[in-house]
């Protein structure tokens, strides 16, 4: 972990769960996607910001496998959105070296989208700068379940006995394999629940809730959730 220059530790790898876009655009009357549309301009400037503040990981919940449950109407214009965030963020995100990979299982998406993901990543996938992992129809127990699926197979061609099996291989078959857990997960909306994020990877997580929603998320309040997560005292099961 870094030391930024106000002497904070920087975490390494930070989760956010970005809630309350919905409830933003209600209190203003507007309908919902109005909301995931506002929301879409946080992702793209809290990223940026998060970067510059040396963070090395930034995962974001962007679409959980259960978000599907939505009425048609606001699933269509989340997708939407994700198609023309991806589309800006191309060149958005080059200027500040940011390498973007994601998480989730894409094979539920238009085939067009599917297209612009593996686009962007492709483009970003030699930048040194902070990675960003953008969590798209993702589920820690699907995910959980995609590993148990690969050690399996792994168990029955003999490459692994059941007895052998350690944390390490699950973590290394999860999406995020090969990266540090979270070392903060940020809460946005007020609701203090991981919602299927990183169940496996958030056992020793500092979790941060704050009644801000997604929308107005700046970047004061990711300086107070840093502020308070250097106030933790993480013992990771220890003394
Ligand atoms: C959470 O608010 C938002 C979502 C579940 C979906 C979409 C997220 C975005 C548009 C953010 C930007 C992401 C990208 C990749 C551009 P909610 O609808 O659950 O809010 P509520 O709890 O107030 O109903």
């Known amino acids: 972990m870094k030391n930024n220059n106000a002497g904070l530790y920087i975490p390494e790898h930070v989760g956010i769960i970005m809630d309350g876009n919905g409830r933003w655009a209600k209190k ?17 400037s809290i ?15 962007a679409f959980s496998t259960e978000n599907w449950k939505r009425p048609a109407e606001e699933v269509g214009a989340i997708m939407k ?14 200027e500040d070296d940011i390498k973007v990979v994601f998480i989730g299982d894409r094979s539920a998406f238009d085939p067009k989208l599917q297209e612009l993901i593996e686009e962007t990543e492709e483009i970003a996938k030699d930048r040194q700068g902070m990675l960003l992992n953008i969590a798209m129809n993702y589920g820690g127990r ?25 944390e390490q291989d699950i973590s290394s078959r999860l999406y995020t394999a090969g990266l540090p857990d979270p070392d903060l997960i940020i809460r946005t909306g007020g609701e203090h629940r991981l919602s299927n994020f990183m169940l496996f990877q958030a056992a020793y997580s500092e979790f941060y809730s ?30």
């Open 28 to 44: 203003r009357g507007l309908p919902r996607p109005v909301g995931h549309t506002y929301g879409a301009q946080t992702f793209r």
């Open 47 to 61: 990223t940026r910001y998060i970067s510059k503040q040396g963070v090395r990981i930034l995962t974001l919940y």
């Open 81 to 94: 959105i994700f198609r023309q965030y991806l589309m800006d963020a191309l060149t958005d995100f080059r």
């Open 210 to 239: 704050t009644d801000t929603l997604w929308p107005d998320f700046k970047p004061e309040d990711f300086d107070k959730a840093v502020l308070e997560f250097n106030h933790r005292n993480r013992r990771f099961g220890g003394v």
């Open 142 to 166: 699907d995910e959980i379940l995609y590993a148990v699926r690969r050690l399996c197979r792994d168990v029955k061609d003999g490459s692994l006995s059941p007895e052998d099996v350690t």
